[in-house]
Protein backbone atom coordinates (compact mmCIF):
# COMPACT_ATOMS: atom_id res chain seq x y z
CA UNK A 1 0.00 0.00 0.00
CA UNK A 2 3.16 2.68 1.36
CA UNK A 3 4.87 1.33 -1.82
CA UNK A 4 1.81 1.86 -4.61
CA UNK A 5 1.22 5.05 -2.66
CA UNK A 6 5.28 6.29 -3.90
CA UNK A 7 4.92 4.79 -6.97
CA UNK A 8 1.78 6.93 -7.66
CA UNK A 9 4.24 10.01 -6.42
CA UNK A 10 6.55 9.29 -8.69
CA UNK A 11 4.64 8.81 -11.71
CA UNK A 12 2.87 12.02 -11.17
CA UNK A 13 5.84 13.99 -11.13
CA UNK A 14 7.22 12.36 -14.23
CA UNK A 15 4.13 13.09 -16.25
CA UNK A 16 4.58 16.67 -14.54
CA UNK A 17 8.15 17.30 -15.13
CA UNK A 18 9.36 17.58 -18.58
CA UNK A 19 12.55 16.92 -17.78
CA UNK A 20 12.15 13.66 -15.95
CA UNK A 21 12.36 10.32 -18.35
CA UNK A 22 11.36 8.19 -16.43
CA UNK A 23 9.61 6.93 -13.13
CA UNK A 24 12.94 5.11 -12.21
CA UNK A 25 14.86 8.12 -12.49
CA UNK A 26 12.58 10.40 -10.17
CA UNK A 27 13.16 7.31 -7.62
CA UNK A 28 16.56 8.18 -7.98
CA UNK A 29 17.26 11.43 -8.72
CA UNK A 30 14.39 13.82 -7.47
CA UNK A 31 15.52 15.24 -4.14
CA UNK A 32 11.62 16.58 -3.26
CA UNK A 33 10.55 12.85 -4.04
CA UNK A 34 13.27 11.82 -1.22
CA UNK A 35 11.70 14.49 0.93
CA UNK A 36 8.22 13.47 0.63
CA UNK A 37 9.53 9.45 1.13
CA UNK A 38 11.47 10.49 4.37
CA UNK A 39 8.38 12.80 5.51
CA UNK A 40 5.68 10.12 5.08
CA UNK A 41 7.92 7.92 7.37
CA UNK A 42 8.23 10.65 9.70
CA UNK A 43 4.78 11.54 9.74
CA UNK A 44 3.85 7.96 10.73
CA UNK A 45 5.90 8.23 13.50
CA UNK A 46 4.36 11.55 14.74
CA UNK A 47 1.08 10.24 14.26
CA UNK A 48 2.17 7.57 16.60
CA UNK A 49 3.40 9.86 19.51
CA UNK A 50 7.41 9.20 18.24
CA UNK A 51 8.22 12.80 18.62
CA UNK A 52 11.95 12.82 18.78
CA UNK A 53 12.36 9.81 15.93
CA UNK A 54 10.02 12.22 13.71
CA UNK A 55 11.98 15.45 14.40
CA UNK A 56 15.13 13.35 14.18
CA UNK A 57 13.96 12.29 10.75
CA UNK A 58 12.26 15.22 9.11
CA UNK A 59 15.97 16.92 10.10
CA UNK A 60 18.09 14.46 8.79
CA UNK A 61 15.77 14.66 5.33
CA UNK A 62 16.11 18.69 5.66
CA UNK A 63 20.15 18.17 5.46
CA UNK A 64 19.82 15.48 2.81
CA UNK A 65 17.48 17.56 0.83
CA UNK A 66 17.43 21.30 1.46
CA UNK A 67 13.58 20.77 2.20
CA UNK A 68 11.84 21.35 5.16
CA UNK A 69 8.81 19.77 6.41
CA UNK A 70 7.85 19.32 10.05
CA UNK A 71 6.40 16.06 10.62
CA UNK A 72 2.82 17.39 12.27
CA UNK A 73 2.27 18.50 8.15
CA UNK A 74 -0.20 16.67 6.54
CA UNK A 75 0.72 16.29 2.25
CA UNK A 76 -2.15 14.74 0.42
CA UNK A 77 -1.53 12.08 -3.28
CA UNK A 78 0.99 13.06 -5.60
CA UNK A 79 2.55 16.24 -4.69
CA UNK A 80 5.56 17.30 -6.89
CA UNK A 81 7.99 19.74 -5.20
CA UNK A 82 9.99 20.99 -7.69
CA UNK A 83 13.75 21.60 -7.04
CA UNK A 84 12.63 22.28 -3.31
CA UNK A 85 15.49 23.84 -2.12
CA UNK A 86 14.60 26.41 0.62
CA UNK A 87 10.81 25.07 0.68
CA UNK A 88 10.13 25.72 4.44
CA UNK A 89 6.06 23.92 5.58
CA UNK A 90 5.04 24.65 9.06
CA UNK A 91 3.37 21.84 11.75
CA UNK A 92 0.09 22.47 10.93
CA UNK A 93 0.38 22.91 7.38
CA UNK A 94 -2.28 20.58 5.32
CA UNK A 95 -1.51 19.81 1.66
CA UNK A 96 -4.53 18.54 -0.64
CA UNK A 97 -4.03 16.34 -3.74
CA UNK A 98 -2.67 17.02 -7.03
CA UNK A 99 -0.33 20.07 -6.02
CA UNK A 100 2.78 21.62 -7.04
CA UNK A 101 5.49 23.66 -5.08
CA UNK A 102 8.67 25.16 -6.24
CA UNK A 103 11.49 26.34 -4.28
CA UNK A 104 11.90 28.50 -1.77
CA UNK A 105 7.78 28.52 -0.75
CA UNK A 106 7.06 29.08 2.90
CA UNK A 107 4.09 27.46 4.30
CA UNK A 108 4.42 29.12 7.77
CA UNK A 109 2.76 30.95 10.59
CA UNK A 110 2.45 34.81 11.51
CA UNK A 111 3.98 34.21 15.29
CA UNK A 112 0.09 35.44 16.70
CA UNK A 113 -1.65 32.18 16.14
CA UNK A 114 -2.09 29.04 18.66
CA UNK A 115 -2.72 25.51 17.66
CA UNK A 116 -3.80 25.56 13.80
CA UNK A 117 -1.08 28.00 13.29
CA UNK A 118 -0.34 27.13 9.27
CA UNK A 119 -2.37 27.43 5.78
CA UNK A 120 -4.51 24.90 4.52
CA UNK A 121 -3.76 24.02 0.70
CA UNK A 122 -6.30 22.73 -1.15
CA UNK A 123 -6.54 20.40 -3.74
CA UNK A 124 -4.82 21.26 -7.53
CA UNK A 125 -3.14 24.19 -6.06
CA UNK A 126 0.32 25.59 -7.82
CA UNK A 127 2.43 27.92 -5.47
CA UNK A 128 5.10 29.68 -7.50
CA UNK A 129 9.30 29.73 -7.04
CA UNK A 130 9.23 32.38 -3.08
CA UNK A 131 5.85 32.21 -2.30
CA UNK A 132 5.16 32.83 1.36
CA UNK A 133 1.74 31.48 2.31
CA UNK A 134 1.09 32.60 6.31
CA UNK A 135 -1.10 32.01 8.84
CA UNK A 136 -4.07 29.65 9.47
CA UNK A 137 -6.37 30.10 6.49
CA UNK A 138 -7.67 27.95 3.60
CA UNK A 139 -6.17 28.88 0.15
CA UNK A 140 -9.23 27.17 -2.22
CA UNK A 141 -8.71 24.50 -4.85
CA UNK A 142 -7.73 25.05 -8.43
CA UNK A 143 -5.89 28.16 -7.22
CA UNK A 144 -2.23 29.34 -8.09
CA UNK A 145 0.02 31.41 -6.33
CA UNK A 146 2.47 33.73 -8.48
CA UNK A 147 6.17 33.94 -7.63
CA UNK A 148 7.43 35.84 -4.58
CA UNK A 149 3.84 36.62 -3.63
CA UNK A 150 2.88 36.90 0.47
CA UNK A 151 -0.31 35.64 1.25
CA UNK A 152 -2.05 36.69 4.46
CA UNK A 153 -5.44 35.72 4.01
CA UNK A 154 -8.13 33.11 2.63
CA UNK A 155 -7.74 32.76 -1.31
CA UNK A 156 -10.95 31.65 -3.32
CA UNK A 157 -11.32 28.47 -5.12
CA UNK A 158 -10.17 28.90 -8.45
CA UNK A 159 -8.56 32.02 -8.31
CA UNK A 160 -4.87 33.59 -9.05
CA UNK A 161 -3.05 36.05 -6.36
CA UNK A 162 0.14 38.08 -6.85
CA UNK A 163 2.25 40.52 -5.25
CA UNK A 164 3.07 41.76 -1.69
CA UNK A 165 0.59 41.89 -0.33
CA UNK A 166 -0.81 39.37 -2.59
CA UNK A 167 -4.24 39.88 -4.10
CA UNK A 168 -6.96 37.85 -5.94
CA UNK A 169 -7.17 38.72 -9.66
CA UNK A 170 -9.39 37.06 -12.02
CA UNK A 171 -8.26 35.72 -15.71
CA UNK A 172 -10.70 36.72 -17.98
CA UNK A 173 -13.39 36.03 -14.92
CA UNK A 174 -13.01 32.44 -16.34
CA UNK A 175 -11.85 29.66 -13.50
CA UNK A 176 -8.44 28.48 -13.61
CA UNK A 177 -7.71 25.29 -15.77
CA UNK A 178 -5.72 22.72 -13.85
CA UNK A 179 -3.09 25.49 -12.66
CA UNK A 180 -0.67 22.75 -10.67
CA UNK A 181 -0.09 20.51 -14.06
CA UNK A 182 -0.16 23.58 -16.62
CA UNK A 183 3.01 24.61 -14.45
CA UNK A 184 2.79 28.54 -15.75
CA UNK A 185 4.01 30.93 -13.89
CA UNK A 186 4.76 33.34 -16.41
CA UNK A 187 1.06 34.37 -17.58
CA UNK A 188 -0.10 36.04 -14.82
CA UNK A 189 -2.12 38.93 -13.98
CA UNK A 190 0.67 41.59 -12.69
CA UNK A 191 -1.75 43.92 -10.26
CA UNK A 192 0.51 47.13 -10.36
CA UNK A 193 0.50 47.13 -13.85
CA UNK A 194 -3.25 46.93 -13.98
CA UNK A 195 -3.15 50.14 -11.16
CA UNK A 196 -0.81 52.22 -13.23
CA UNK A 197 -2.99 51.53 -16.10
CA UNK A 198 -6.17 52.82 -14.16
CA UNK A 199 -4.23 55.95 -12.79
CA UNK A 200 -3.24 56.39 -16.02
CA UNK A 201 -6.80 57.02 -17.19
CA UNK A 202 -7.41 58.91 -14.59
CA UNK A 203 -4.81 61.33 -15.76
CA UNK A 204 -6.12 61.21 -18.71
CA UNK A 205 -10.06 62.00 -17.66
CA UNK A 206 -8.74 64.85 -15.39
CA UNK A 207 -6.53 66.10 -18.37
CA UNK A 208 -9.59 66.54 -20.58
CA UNK A 209 -12.01 67.79 -18.21
CA UNK A 210 -9.64 70.91 -17.44
CA UNK A 211 -9.26 71.36 -20.92
CA UNK A 212 -12.89 71.53 -21.37
CA UNK A 213 -13.41 73.90 -18.17
CA UNK A 214 -10.39 76.45 -19.98
CA UNK A 215 -12.06 76.47 -23.45
CA UNK A 216 -15.53 77.65 -21.44
CA UNK A 217 -13.56 80.19 -19.51
CA UNK A 218 -12.18 81.34 -22.54
CA UNK A 219 -15.37 81.45 -24.36
CA UNK A 220 -16.78 83.43 -21.66
CA UNK A 221 -14.21 86.15 -21.94
CA UNK A 222 -14.95 86.58 -25.28
Given at each position: ?82 HGMGIVIGETAEIGDDCTIYHGVTLGGTG ?111
Amino acid sequence: MIFKGLLDDARSIRDRDPAARTTLEVFLLYQGFHALILHRQAHWLYKHHRFFLARWLSQFARHLTGIEIHPGATIGRRLFIDHGMGIVIGETAEIGDDCTIYHGVTLGGTGHDTGKRHPTIGNNVLISTGAKVLGPFKVGDNSRIGANAVVLQEVPPDSTVVGIKARVVKINGQRVSSPSYDLDQIHLPDPLAQELCRLEHRVYANEQKLRREEQRDREADE
